[in-house]
């Protein structure tokens, strides 16, 4: 575009090409005033009064700006050193040419210059040094606020997510349910439930979120070598009159074992009195003879729960000086689920099964949050391990399979859903789209031009939507958003 301005006679040619490009009566031409073509080297630009290097086609000398010469002023040349991936070099004093000239600037890393809210502002000329960099939006530390603060194309990723501990507000939610982690939901932190219903324990914390703590979480216990038999899941299996106690737990710790009764000595039983083995082993007046007659017995323990129905005692005759068994007797027996509706154990309670609603999860072939919830359950006379209940799944950073099915996070669009781009809880920024499980800017992105999946041609560039040809589009000369005032070539702008 040199050659137009080559052809009118000198000493006119500079002024009649401003004169025809612009309407100026002095600036910037492919000539000088002395018909000399401009722009030989370097040192002849800056030989020129108020001459300035633009780029490697012109050379700028006079009063009018780069901008009204029909050069962007992003091609200014810098006066030294720059930063990489800066625009300007924040913090260092820049020299400039023209008076007033204003041009685009950016004092972030450029890759985020494009991904909203980032985007450059502007700088002035002034008294020869370019001043501060006015209206640019740069990087921020991201927040749970549901803006792309770090412009990376993501929203509210990283420590925006908190994931610190809460206390859910909700007044039907007791005890150990309360307990939440905050996440960042939609632009809001967000107390979520982590913890659900489980078998009391004792840990001093109320772990099926009744409002009471440790509640049922008493066991049997025994505080001899003899008399009992522990059946090694909690329960024991005494000869009476020995009999298990009882430790409470106290603040999340078990008690001193109170109230068994232990083996003793031996006596003998007396007329009209039920007969006793007080060192429990099983045989009554052994070494003692007896007092011939009948006598009422019961070999159950404790040996109040004779009195507790279906139990009762029985009787036992002395013959010879000894005591035949107890005859008639029904002792107590471990409370079980092949016999609803009855006390087992002779305690006054019906089917108080030890086992029934504790925790089975162990054992369970269920999946997610079914198997984690499954409780022991009496059905058709045995104890049974049933799953609790499912979910609808939802798509988060916990890994928990709600629908249990085995599978976490399954039937989401990770291709195409911003709110969980790729992966569960990766939302998209602003002016970018979910596109193949990664977020773009379709404004600006040559795979993703305006769409998804629409692909700019070799040498095209995608520009506001757009494939864009920016060796000669005067809008996006050279790259997207530069614009010329006159003409655009080879991706410069250029005079006409």
């Known amino acids: ?12 040619r500079g002024r009649l090409c401003m004169v025809a490009a612009l309407g100026f009566m002095i600036g910037a031409c492919s000539v000088d005033e002395k018909s000399n073509k401009q722009r030989l080297n370097n040192a002849d630009c800056l030989a020129h009064d108020g001459g300035k290097i633009i780029n490697d086609k012109f050379c700028f000398f006079g009063k009018v700006s780069p901008k009204e010469a029909g050069v962007d002023a992003n091609m200014m040349a810098d006066t030294g050193p720059a930063d990489a991936g800066n625009l300007v070099d924040a913090g260092r004093v820049e020299a400039c040419a023209t008076e007033g000239m204003s041009e685009l600037c950016y004092e972030g890393n450029l890759e985020t210059a494009v991904q909203p809210p980032c985007h450059a502002g502007t700088r002035k000329c002034d008294n020869g040094i370019w001043g501060e960099c006015n ?30 501990d809460c206390v859910l507000a909700d007044p039907n939610l007791k005890g150990a349910c309360k307990n939440g982690v905050s996440l960042c939901r939609a632009g809001e932190v967000v107390c979520t439930q982590r913890v659900f219903p489980a078998s009391d324990e004792c840990n001093d914390k109320d772990d099926d979120c009744d409002g009471n703590t440790d509640e049922n979480t008493a066991i049997k216990c025994y505080a001899a070598a003899a008399g009992c038999m522990d059946d090694g899941k909690g329960a024991f299996t005494c000869k009476a009159p020995c009999a298990a106690g009882t430790s409470e737990c106290v603040m999340g710790k078990y008690a ?44 159950g323990s404790p040996q109040e729960s004779q009195s507790q129905r279906p139990c009762k005692a029985g009787t036992q005759v002395c013959t010879n000086g000894t005591l035949g068994s107890c005859m008639g007797e029904v002792v107590p027996l471990v409370e079980s689920c092949a016999n609803e509706n009855e006390d087992d154990d002779c305690n006054g309670t019906r089917d108080d099964v030890a086992i029934r609603g504790t925790s089975c999860s162990d054992v369970s072939t269920g ?12 059905m058709g006379g045995s104890a049974v391990c049933v799953d609790g209940p499912g979910s609808n799944e939802i798509c988060d950073t916990r890994g928990e399979d709600e629908n249990c099915n085995g599978s976490v996070n399954e039937g989401f669009d990770l291709q195409n859903d911003g709110n969980n781009c790729g992966t569960c809880g990766n939302k998209c920024g602003s002016g970018n789209t979910c596109c193949a499980g990664a977020c773009v800017n379709t404004k600006l992105s040559n795979a993703n031009c305006g769409h998804c999946g ?3 041609a070799s040498g095209n ?17 050279g790259t997207c958003g530069s614009t010329c005032l006159l003409g655009c070539s080879n991706g410069s702008c250029v005079l006409l």
């Open 454 to 456: 629409t692909q700019c």
């Open 256 to 299: 001193t074992c109170t109230g068994s009764v232990t083996p003793g000595t031996e006596a003998p039983s007396q007329v009209g009195q039920q007969p006793v083995d007080e060192d429990c082993d099983g045989k009554i007046d052994e070494g003692f003879s007896c007092v011939s007659g009948s006598y009422p017995c019961y070999t």
């Open 135 to 164: 209206g640019q939006v740069r990087p921020t530390i991201e927040a749970c606020n549901g803006v792309d603060d770090d412009c990376d194309g993501r929203t509210d990723e990283g420590e925006a997510n908190i994931a610190a």
């Open 461 to 477: 560039s995608c520009c506001n939507s757009t494939c864009t040809n920016t060796k000669n589009d005067k809008n996006n000369c």
């Open 367 to 378: 999946k997610g949050v079914c198997k984690a919830k499954a409780l022991w359950q009496c």
């Open 1 to 12: 575009m040199i050659q137009p301005c080559l052809n009118i006679p000198s000493p006119w």
